[in-house]
């Protein structure tokens, strides 16, 4: 029996749309992340800062950020690079010190964030009823209360019981974190209510399988792309708001330093007229960190969600 040329053609297109591989979700979104060069360039750009910040204390000669006062307030020179503040300490190592302490917040702040969110967001669309009710009402009340005057109350309350500099860093980042999961947790909300509509939850009705189940192994997985974004965008949320309290003297305190500190301790006409190296860097550092956590925030929306590129 003969074989027509046709019918070898189309098994041969058969076999080679079997054999290629189809990329999974996750591989697509990559791909499409891949193709953003400001995402990409925002990328580079922070894992710059986090060396700058992390690494670079490690290779600086000035690694105990000694007081001196004759060296006070010496303009850029190829000694110390930046200059030095009012206490002669090298304004390089400074800025380093306190990217740590600004980045550490802006993450571990959108860690409780993401925390908070997500729990209330699955447990209010997915359940419903009474549970939904209550916890909506609760994050209105929650976005009724103004953040930066909530936050300012606090760092005063905070300031009159003198409360340790080096462990009321972490009581900034556990207020910010608690007042700003109102936003993910609606997001979430959402998207699970959409969800439960699918098909495949009317599937796993019809199969029986527990609530933990349902949550874990098919809801949650399928409101990731809305965490991630939403989280990357809180750091940069997280960031300016502590810079905010810092600047206003109610953050963190010296001798604990983060770039918001260092804007408020130029805090003169002299300074902002005379010594613009004690505020530019810290002001740069802040606006180049934002700046790239938003376009990645971006980038990550576009490639996760291709229907929401603008």
Do not use: C
């Not at 054999?19 to 360039?41: C, E, H, Q, Y």
């Not at 209550?134 to 300031?159: E, H, K, N, Q, V």
């Not at 408020?264 to 005379?274: H, P, V």
């Amino acid at each position: 029996m003969t074989v027509q040329p046709e019918a070898l053609k189309s098994s041969g297109q058969n076999s080679k749309m079997r054999s290629k591989k189809v990329d999974s979700p996750w591989r697509s979104a990559f791909r499409r992340l891949l193709k953003n060069k400001f995402a990409i360039t925002a990328f580079i750009v922070l894992i710059f800062m986090f060396l700058f910040s992390f690494v670079g204390p490690y290779f600086s000669p000035y690694k105990d950020a000694k007081i001196s006062v004759r060296d006070q307030y010496k303009p850029p020179s190829a000694e110390h690079w930046l200059g030095t503040d009012q206490l002669g300490r090298d304004v390089v190592l400074r800025l380093m010190e306190a990217g740590q302490i600004s980045l550490l917040v802006g993450l571990a702040a959108t860690g409780i964030i993401v925390l908070i969110g997500v729990t209330v967001g699955l447990l209010a669309g997915f359940y419903g009823g009474w549970i939904d009710t209550i916890l909506m009402r609760f994050a209105d009340i929650m976005y009724a209360i103004p953040t930066l005057p909530l936050l300012i109350t606090f760092g005063a309350i905070l300031s009159d019981l003198k409360f340790p500099p080096d462990q009321r860093i972490y009581l900034i980042m556990f207020v910010i974190g608690v007042i700003s999961w109102m936003g993910l947790s609606r997001l979430v909300r959402s998207q699970i209510l959409s969800l439960k509509e699918q098909e495949f939850m009317l599937a796993t009705e019809a199969l029986g399988l527990s609530d933990r189940r349902k949550i874990f192994s098919h809801l949650l997985p399928n409101v990731v792309p809305i965490i991630i974004v939403s989280g990357t965008l809180g750091v940069a949320g997280a960031i300016l708001l502590e810079s905010s309290l810092s600047f206003l003297g109610l953050g963190v305190i010296p001798p604990t330093p983060s770039w918001g500190q260092m804007l408020s301790s130029a805090n003169n006409m002299i300074d902002f007229a005379k010594r613009p190296w004690l505020w530019i860097p810290p002001g740069v550092a802040i606006l180049i960190t934002v700046v790239s956590i938003n376009v990645i925030g971006d980038g990550l929306r576009d490639a996760l969600d291709p229907k929401m590129k603008r």
